[in-house]
């Protein structure tokens, strides 16, 4: 955990705006938590960060829709989604995301192992999710979703992971380069970026080959293929 005051703070120092221990104040504080938002943005449509995740269960039988009327009711269709699974038995299998082509032009027969996601929109302007499945078997889906983050002000603490929060500091530092055309410090800023964020990912490949491997399971584990690859 991290103040907006504080990460404000150690960006400004490390940029050179303010000297060590000399507060960001009036006007200054102002522009930086506009780019504290702003790098909160960038980093949640690429992302690395959000505010939570979410996610709700649903009988289909070879499509879905999210939205106000929708088989998942009373939420806002999401942009894109974080994941759909499938029951079986007492968990559920990640479905592996695939191309609408390739979806229509196959066997939509038996239970679904994977799926497309798109947006519609209704007669008042609407947006309606539609997740299509490869398989018309009916089965409980639960589909996951991220929300949008908050924007933060003066008084918030950031609840990040360390490595996440040091990611969103040295995007708060590459856009206050830019805003005070600090342009000699921008490049070195930028690789320091750019390191954090490979570390980052190299975690969370590792971290989700072992969540959908082991936690979740596998259409290709014991379990799955001595029930012939379908499950119940």
């Known amino acids: ?24 104040g009036g006007d200054m504080f102002t522009r930086a938590l506009k780019q504290l938002n702003r790098a909160a943005r960038t980093l949640s449509a690429q992302e690395y960060l959000a505010s939570r995740i979410e996610f709700s269960d649903a009988t289909a039988s ?5 939205g106000q009327n929708g088989t998942i009711a009373y939420v806002d269709a999401p942009t894109k989604l ?12 990640p479905l592996r995301p695939a191309d609408s082509q390739v979806l229509f032009t196959g066997t939509r027969g038996g239970l679904p192992t994977s799926y497309t996601y798109s947006l519609n929109y209704d007669a ?5 999710g539609i997740v299509t499945l490869d398989g018309k078997g009916a089965c409980t889906i639960r589909v996951f979703w991220t929300n ?9 603490n950031i609840y990040l992971p360390a490595i996440v929060e040091d990611i969103l500091e040295k ?24 390191a954090a964020k490979a570390l980052y990912k190299r975690g969370a490949y590792n971290a989700k080959a072992f969540r959908d491997g ?15 690859g379908v499950g119940f």
Do not use: H, W
């Open 124 to 128: 008042k302007g609407k947006p309606i």
């Open 214 to 228: 082991c936690s979740m399971g596998s259409y290709k584990d014991n379990y799955s293929n001595g029930l012939g």
């Open 1 to 24: 955990m991290i103040s907006v005051l504080q990460i404000i703070q150690d960006a400004c120092e490390d940029v050179g705006i303010v000297e060590a221990g000399e507060s960001v």
């Open 171 to 194: 995007q708060l530092c590459v856009n206050l380069c830019e805003q005070e055309k600090l342009y000699s410090y921008s490049d070195r800023f930028e690789q320091k970026l750019s």
């Open 82 to 93: 974080y994941g759909v699974s499938r029951k079986v038995g007492d968990r559920f299998l």
């Open 148 to 156: 949008e983050l908050p924007e933060y002000s003066s008084v918030d």
């Open 62 to 66: 070879g499509e879905l829709t999210i």
